[in-house]
């Protein structure tokens, strides 16, 4: 391990406008009144265009945006500026400075991307006016909004994240590589053990990839319902993918060594693809909730456009936290043990061998996991609350039977993948072994994406015909 000396940064000093001292006075009285004038400016446009029924169009919601935009770009420059002009301590706190960084960074970008919206929409109103209203509406201006909002926060957090890692303040180690312990067996148990898990990891891909395969056939399966669960299915190929293939490459070639980059590349995926899961059970959830409660409005409300929407959202949080945990756990030192008593790289168990403080990476797992698995187990819940209670207000065995066969194989994948989250992470007992642990991982990282295709295929009318109408399909060919 080689060590690295970094100097210890706490401030900076911003010289501002020390280029005129004479004309400083002049200067800051015109900026002044230039900042009141665009706040109170911006600030009035937004309370007509929010007032006002005539002005609830695209444009002038756009236009709304872009004045908030311009009072908040301001107001994270000048007034730090004209504090620091009129006293003696000009510097700023290296914390301060890394979040002006971030909200300059991150409403500098939104203003541009709000400018490209407003040119569009006026292309739109002069090309081609017959269609405007079918093509631009505040709905998909305000979606289309909180995407970009998501969008340019990440790679705003990106920046200020790598920004910090370079102004670093304390001496850090570089740890090369890590050792994965891998599973708790013996010697001769690997050979059986290798031969099981590789079984277990070619059917898991095989049953996905088939369940996608049918859905992008059939016609009768292009549904949302079928199309979260194609999402769902790829998820689960990739979840899985990013772990048994190393487990199963150092079983094999008994090297236990692992790379500093991959070890942190595989528990970005890993998280990523953990949170995706969450997010599309979810989605999921919803899907039955609006067919079941809602089967009137089933068509209206769960749109392509909206479904498209409500994955899109999943792979951008989903992206945006593991980036967070990842860029955060790269600014971790870590000491002489570098054994991992896993099969992966686990955050938890990274961790662990840190020899840094902690303590705002575990405020951000606190964050994270309220955010990626309470609120959507919640919403869950709610939603099958919801189901049951409309279903108990007409009881009847033939609309049980209805909700079963449409809720019944995605309440079975909740309950499996969430109970092992919920028993491992939730409810940790102290005298649990680590290989407890790592049995407990299994069930959710290797044999929950197992289960999947065969929950879905076994208790689907649907899916099982289209997988009748494949057969039979490979079977005309074949002859």
């Known amino acids: ?147 970009l909002w998501v969008v340019v926060s990440l790679n705003s957090l990106l920046y200020s994240v790598l920004v910090t890692r370079l102004m670093r303040r304390e001496n850090q180690s570089s740890m090369s590589q890590f050792l994965l312990l891998g599973l708790p067996i013996r010697p001769e148990q690997q050979g059986m053990v290798f031969a099981l898990f590789l079984g277990v990891y070619l059917t898991t891909v095989l049953g996905n990839l088939l369940i996608i395969l049918l859905i992008r056939l059939d016609s009768r399966l292009h549904t949302p319902m079928y199309f979260f669960l194609s999402h769902l299915a790829l998820t689960d190929v990739s979840f899985s993918s990013v772990t048994v293939p190393r487990m199963l490459t150092s079983m094999q070639t008994q090297d236990q060594s692992i790379p500093y980059a991959e070890c942190i ?84 168990v990274l961790l662990k061998l840190s020899c840094s403080d902690t303590s705002l990476n575990e405020l951000a797992i606190f964050i994270a996991g309220m955010a990626v698995i309470i609120l959507p187990l919640t919403s869950i819940l709610i939603s ?16 049980i039977c209805k909700a079963l066969s449409t809720c019944g194989s995605h309440l079975s994948v909740v309950a499996l993948y969430y109970g092992t989250i919920i028993a491992l992470y939730f409810f940790p007992s102290s005298s649990m072994a680590s290989d407890k642990n790592i049995i407990a991982s299994v069930m959710y990282t290797v044999v929950t994406p197992l289960l999947n295709p065969f929950i879905y295929s076994l208790r689907n009318r649907d899916m099982k015909g289209a997988l009748e109408k494949l057969f039979n399909r490979a079977t005309v060919l074949s002859q």
């Not at 040119?119 to 079918?134: E, G, H, N, Q, T």
Request: charged share 10%; glycine share 4%; with cysteine.
């Open 1 to 147: 391990m080689a060590t690295r000396n970094r100097t210890e940064v706490t401030e900076f000093v911003l010289l501002g406008l020390s280029s005129w001292p004479e004309k400083q006075p002049v200067i800051l009285e015109i900026v002044l009144t230039m900042y009141l004038v665009a706040v109170m400016g911006h600030a009035l446009l937004v309370i007509v265009a929010l007032s006002d029924p005539k002005l609830q169009t695209p444009m002038y919601f756009l236009l709304s945006q872009l004045s908030f935009i311009d009072i908040f770009l301001t107001t994270i420059t000048v007034p730090q500026m004209l504090v620091h002009s009129l006293s003696v301590n000009k510097t700023i706190s290296f914390n301060c400075c890394m979040i002006q960084l971030f909200f300059f960074m991150a409403v500098g970008s939104m203003e541009g991307h709000l400018l490209a919206a407003m040119a569009y929409d006026c292309y739109v109103a002069i090309c081609d006016p017959l269609r405007y209203s079918a093509t631009i509406s505040c709905r998909l201006c305000l979606r289309n909004t909180l995407i």
């Open 265 to 348: 590349a595989q528990m970005y995926f890993f998280i990523f693809f953990t949170d995706l899961d969450n997010f599309l059970l979810t989605s999921m959830a919803y899907d039955r909730y609006v067919a079941i409660c809602h089967p009137l409005h089933y068509t209206t409300i769960m749109r392509e456009g909206p479904c498209t929407l409500l994955v899109t959202v999943s792979w951008i949080l989903s992206c945006a936290n593991a980036l967070c945990h990842t860029l955060l756990l790269t600014q971790l030192s870590f000491c002489a043990d570098n054994a991992i008593p896993h099969f992966f790289c686990d955050l938890d």
């Open 384 to 399: 099958y609350g919801r189901i049951g209670a409309a279903i108990l207000k007409v009881p009847s065995t033939k609309g």
